[in-house]
């Protein structure tokens, strides 16, 4: 997911009481390659060695290829920090936040497969779009990339049970987003290759607009979803 920074919350007393010192070492870490610099840090030390490595590899495995493929001049400096204190799953900020990814441990201990979480992340880095979540921006769509990558360039999708829908149900369309929309997208590139490189091009310098989908499918958005759904029920 994306978060957009003026939703942060404050941080709870509740939560400053995790941080008693002498109750955590910190882990931190900087790795580079490729010409891309990563800097991991886990303040209390929540993630497990193992899964602490998978985490920095699938990063590497997966961002610098989504870097090259769509966005060269992507961030080349990322930070992957462990917060107990996020309640949710994991996400990347804006502004200063831009190139960090945020990840809640509590969810990696119950979900020890899920370590391409950062492959989609990693996807929003690579996005940098300037907005999120409206009519030039579309949340649906950029989630939808995000998760299209995640099957594109995921690691071990499989070891979390993570695939992308082979089928469409009832009340979906080409909006519903995540993986609903990444199918489509994938469905969709086949057919016309380039298309999903052309969205993310224009999303980024606030071109996009839904006729982007005519121009580049020969389709609009509502009858390729149409077309979609027909070949997916099959
Ligand atoms: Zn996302």
């Given at each position: 997911m994306?978060?957009?920074?003026?939703?942060?919350?404050?941080?709870?007393?509740?939560?400053?009481?995790?941080f008693t010192p002498g109750t955590a070492c910190a882990f931190e870490a900087t790795q580079r390659q490729d010409g891309v610099t990563l800097h991991y840090r886990d303040a209390s030390d929540a993630v497990p060695e193992a899964i602490r490595t998978r985490i920095i590899d699938t990063f590497f495995k997966a961002y610098l290829p989504q870097r090259a493929d769509f966005h060269p001049h992507a961030a080349s400096e990322v930070a992957i920090v462990i917060d107990p204190a996020y309640d949710g799953i994991a996400y990347v900020g804006e502004k200063a936040k831009a190139s960090t990814i945020t990840?809640?441990?509590?969810?990696?201990?119950?979900?020890?497969?899920?370590?391409?979480?950062v492959t989609h992340e990693a996807m929003h880095i690579v996005q940098g779009y300037p907005e999120y979540?409206?009519?030039?921006?579309?949340?649906?769509?950029?989630?939808?990339?995000?998760?299209?990558?995640?099957?594109r360039y995921g690691v071990d999708n499989a070891a979390a049970g993570w695939a992308l829908p082979l089928t469409v149900k009832e009340g979906q369309t080409a909006e519903t987003g995540y993986r609903v929309t990444g199918a489509f997208l994938k469905w969709s590139e086949a057919a016309h290759p380039g298309l999903v490189k052309a969205l993310d091009g224009a999303l980024r310098s606030g071109r996009y607009t839904p006729a982007l989908w005519q121009t580049h499918t020969g389709h609009t958005l509502p009858d390729l979803w149409t077309a979609y759904a027909k070949a997916a029920t099959r």
């Open positions: 994306i978060r957009v920074a003026h939703a942060a919350l404050p941080l709870s007393l509740a939560t400053l009481a995790l990840i809640n441990p509590a969810w990696l201990a119950k979900h020890t497969g899920d370590t391409d979480l979540a409206n009519a030039r921006v579309p949340g649906w769509l950029v989630e939808g990339i995000a998760d299209y990558a995640r099957d």
